[in-house]
């Protein structure tokens, strides 16, 4: 744990071959983070503009360009997973996620195939399946934690959805017999990005609804108490100037919780941010900014609705763009 006595994790949100090997390495070994995420954009940023992967997709010819990315993907993935595996073992996290295949977040029979198939092929206890929390990926998350595998839900902007990644992690430990390792990963700076323009006009304070929409959530589900559940805090890079490279990360520590972040982010807030814990938050203070919200004119629940949909289009867009040049 980047701070023990919270249960506070910092994962690194990157994943590359020479990274691994090297700086992801000496980040656990000075004891920055303890976990990495992934995604089809990183995996994206990864394979096309990384040359480690030149001499593996050489050896890949005559597959099909999911078979060389799911390749190329796994390989990393065990790899990061191996160089956790003692924290893992220690029970300080150690997990890695790897997420389906986005074109699938509406199909829950295909989804469950393809997490089962990914989590049997790496073969490594502590990797989480990544399931966007659609009305099929709940169904899929039930599945999935059901048989043992860990899964991180992810695309949160919302608490009904994290009610129901919660509900359907439950469900599925209740039917595994036993605990199920799970995050529901909550969007943070998107909110931000889509409204702050907006709110300024109008003389609202900025930088702080995508903060205060995320612990309303993490007050929620740590409310639900499902064993084994963790929120995680996501999309913490900073892209305005004016505020700390480190600030979704400083605002949003918490008991019980992961918060995983770019690299210079998560180095940033190590060597500057406050390690005070700032959740949970008053449901007073939350209510009074989101009243600002909507006397602003801005429809916050159409807002939050609308990023879900972006952020799976961005995914989708990304593991296109993957396998087209495969």
């Not at 639900?224 to 480190?246: E, H, I």
Request: hydrophobic share 40%; glycine share 6%; proline share 2%.
């Amino acid at each position: 744990m980047y701070i023990k006595e919270l249960k506070f994790s910092l994962w690194a949100d990157f994943i590359e071959r020479d990274y691994l090997d090297n700086e992801f390495k000496e980040l656990i070994k000075k004891g920055l983070v303890n976990g990495a995420t992934s995604n089809p954009a990183i995996f994206k940023n990864a394979i096309l503009n990384s040359s480690a992967y030149k001499t593996q997709l050489e050896s890949l010819s005559g597959l099909s360009a999911k078979e060389k990315y799911e390749s190329v993907a796994i390989y990393d993935i065990q790899k990061a997973a191996d160089i956790l595996r003692e924290l893992y073992d220690k029970g300080d996290d150690g997990f890695v996620s790897i997420e389906v295949d986005p074109y699938l977040c509406d199909d829950a029979k295909a989804t469950i195939s393809e997490g089962k198939r990914l989590f049997a092929q790496i073969d490594r206890p502590n990797v989480m399946i990544k399931v966007p929390a659609t009305s099929s990926g709940y169904e899929a998350m039930e599945e999935l934690t059901a048989v043992g595998i860990p899964v991180n839900a992810t695309l949160i902007f919302k608490k009904e959805q994290a009610i129901s990644c919660a509900n359907a992690f439950a469900s599925g430990i209740a039917k595994h017999g036993s605990v199920v390792d799970t995050v529901i990963s909550i969007f943070v700076s998107r909110v931000d990005r889509a409204i702050d323009a907006t709110l300024a006009q109008k003389g609202v304070e900025v930088a702080l609804s995508g903060i205060y929409n995320t612990a309303d959530i993490y007050a929620q589900i740590e409310s639900m108490k499902v064993d084994g559940c963790r929120a995680l805090f996501a999309s913490t890079g900073v892209k305005d100037d004016s505020l700390p490279a480190y600030y979704y990360i400083e605002k949003l520590v918490a008991y019980n919780s992961v918060n995983t972040a770019p690299i210079d982010t998560i180095k940033a807030y190590h060597d500057n941010g406050s390690k005070t814990v700032l959740l949970p938050i008053s449901q007073d203070i939350i209510n009074t900014h989101f009243m600002k919200i909507k006397e602003a004119g801005i429809n916050l629940d159409e807002v939050l609705d609308g990023q879900i949909k972006d952020g799976l289009d961005a995914f989708k867009d990304a593991f296109k763009d993957i396998l087209e040049a495969l």
